[in-house]
C-alpha cells in the first residue's frame, strides 16, 4: 500500500529551537510538498521539491526552510521556531505536477511551540 | 491567480439526510477539480477527481460532486449521510496554466452528523 510516514505525529517546541520535521514515502515520487493546516485557512502550501536537491517556494515559505538529500524523504525545517508556528503540518508526495496530480498524504505532525 | 472558496465553515446533517458541501473557484479556465475528506486523527484521504468529460463524477464512499463552469462551482453531495462522514472536507484546485505546479485548497467545511 502507497505510504507517506511523517515520523512525529506531535511535538511540543520552546520558541528558539530549531525543529525538523521529516517525511518519507515509499512510492518513488520525484514530487513531495510540505503544507500547513490552520483552522479556517485551510492548507497552505509551504514548500515543494520537484526533484532531489531541488525545491521551490510557495505560499508562506517565511521562517521556514526544506530539504531534499534522497528522493524518498522530505524534511521541514524551522530554523527558529515561533509560537505563530504551532501549527499542523502535513507532508504528500505526486507522480507529476502536471496540476492533475493527485497527492498521497502523510497523518500529519501537529506542532505546539510554546 | 486561482482561488477556492468554500462558504461553509461548520455543517450540521442528521444520520440519513442527504448532504451537500459548496466549492466556488477562480480561474480563467477549466481547472482541475479535486475533493478530499480528513477524518479525525488522519492524513487527507482523496475523494473523488475532475478533469475533463462528464461533469457528474463518482467517488468513493458514495460521494459525487457536478462541475458547473456558468457557476465556478464543484459542489460535493451524498443522498445519505453516515456517521462515519463526520470529518473535514476540502475542495481543492489545480491549474496548470497558471504556472501554479501545486494544489490550491480551499478552507475546509467541517462536517457534523447527529444521530
Known amino acids: 500500500d502507497v505510504k507517506v510516514t511523517q515520523s512525529s505525529r506531535y511535538l511540543v517546541k520552546r520558541t528558539g529551537e530549531k525543529v525538523f520535521l521529516e517525511c518519507v514515502q515509499d512510492m518513488d515520487h520525484e514530487n513531495m510538498f510540505w503544507y500547513r493546516q490552520d483552522p479556517g485557512l485551510g492548507l497552505r502550501l509551504i514548500y515543494f521539491s520537484y526533484d532531489v536537491k531541488m525545491k521551490e517556494k510557495g505560499d508562506i515559505p517565511e521562517g521556514y526552510s526544506v530539504s531534499r538529500e534522497k528522493k524518498e524523504r522530505f524534511s521541514l525545517i524551522l530554523e527558529s521556531a515561533s509560537t505563530n508556528q504551532t501549527s499542523m503540518y502535513l507532508c504528500?508526495?505526486?507522480?507529476?505536477?502536471?496540476?492533475?496530480?493527485?497527492?498521497?498524504f502523510g497523518a500529519g505532525s501537529r506542532l505546539t511551540v510554546l | 491567480a486561482q482561488s477556492v472558496t468554500q462558504p461553509d465553515i461548520h455543517i450540521t446533517v442528521s444520520e440519513g439526510a442527504s448532504l451537500e458541501l459548496r466549492c466556488n473557484y477562480s480561474?480563467?479556465?477549466?481547472?482541475?477539480l479535486f475533493w478530499y475528506v480528513q477524518s479525525p486523527g488522519q492524513g487527507l484521504q482523496l475523494l473523488l477527481k475532475y478533469f475533463s468529460g462528464d461533469t457528474l463524477v463518482q467517488g468513493i464512499k458514495g460521494f459525487e460532486a457536478e462541475f458547473k463552469r456558468s457557476q465556478s462551482s464543484f459542489n460535493l453531495r451524498k443522498p445519505s449521510v453516515h456517521w462515519s462522514d463526520a470529518a473535514e472536507y476540502f475542495c481543492a484546485v489545480g491549474a496548470p496554466a497558471t504556472g501554479r505546479r501545486a494544489l490550491t485548497f480551499g478552507s475546509g467545511t467541517r462536517l457534523q452528523v447527529q444521530p
Open positions: 504528500a508526495s505526486t507522480t507529476d505536477l502536471s496540476g492533475a496530480n493527485v497527492l498521497t
Open positions: 480561474y480563467g479556465a477549466t481547472p482541475y
